[in-house]
């Protein structure tokens, strides 16, 4: 049972141009969602994250855009650079016994930032 | 500052051999997780620890086991490798339990089974 979906395994963009990756999930208990992005050989690194009672949050070019009804959330990379040429996780977290923040990732897209 | 730092960074195992990944944070964290990444799959959990000497299950530990005897130190025994366990393995970690503030992993180890 996928609980997040990443439907779009790559993206290509044109540098200067918008990214947007998207991101569907289905369990309506989580509570916060969150955008990792993994360069090849080396880990996932924490990009950005909302809570599931606000609709957007921004950092500097980076935008995650939530819709609760929709059950989809979406980061938007503005302007796309060549150096945002990675793969990206959606996740979310939902809270379990004892406190414990459950994590549930996508399976990534691969964006590709063309100069 | 180092962060989370994984050894070894490859390794290759035959089947029925044994060995620890090693794990090992500088920042002081008490949450520290373990998930392996296979091909065209998201990330699963292995195990977590929420502190010293507590350690608990994730979605996959069947082949693994855990202990957590320092706050800074977190290894991965695979006591009988299976070429199931072909993967890449990232150990990661996280001050408090809200995953809003964001796991930091380290580079992985990655793993082959033959």
């Known amino acids: 049972d996928q609980q997040v979906k990443q439907n779009s395994p790559s993206l290509s963009v044109q540098e200067g141009r918008i990214s947007i990756l998207n991101c569907d999930y289905t369990?309506?208990?989580?509570?916060?969602f969150l955008w990792y992005k993994k360069y090849p050989a080396e880990g996932p690194t924490f990009l950005i994250s909302?809570?599931?009672?606000?609709d957007k949050n921004e950092d500097g070019r980076f935008t995650v855009f939530l819709n609760k009804s929709a059950k989809h959330l979406s980061l938007h990379i503005v302007p796309s650079q060549p150096g945002d040429s990675a793969v990206y996780f959606c996740?979310?977290?939902?809270?379990?016994?004892?406190?414990?923040?459950?994590?549930?990732f996508g399976i990534g897209t691969k964006l590709q930032v063309i100069p | 500052n180092a962060g989370v730092t994984q050894t070894p960074k490859f390794r290759i195992l035959k089947i029925g051999q044994s060995m620890t990944l090693q794990c090992a944070q500088d920042?002081?964290?008490?949450?520290m997780y373990w998930y392996r990444q296979d091909p065209g799959m998201g990330l699963k959990l292995i195990y977590y620890?929420?502190?010293?000497?507590?350690?608990d299950k994730g979605e996959v530990p069947n082949g693994y086991n855990v202990s957590r005897s320092t706050t800074e130190d977190f290894p991965l025994r695979l006591e009988l490798a299976a070429p199931s366990q072909t993967s890449v393995y990232f150990c990661?970690?996280?001050?408090?339990?809200?995953?809003?503030?964001?796991?930091?992993f380290g580079s992985g180890t990655r793993l082959t089974v033959v």
């Open positions: 990661a970690s996280t001050l408090v339990g809200a995953a809003n503030y964001g796991y930091t």
């Open positions: 369990n309506s208990m989580f509570d916060y």
């Open positions: 909302i809570s599931s009672i606000k």
């Open positions: 996740a979310a977290s939902d809270k379990r016994a004892g406190g414990y923040q459950k994590v549930t």
């Open positions: 920042m002081n964290h008490n949450y």
């Open positions: 620890s929420v502190g010293a000497g507590i350690t």
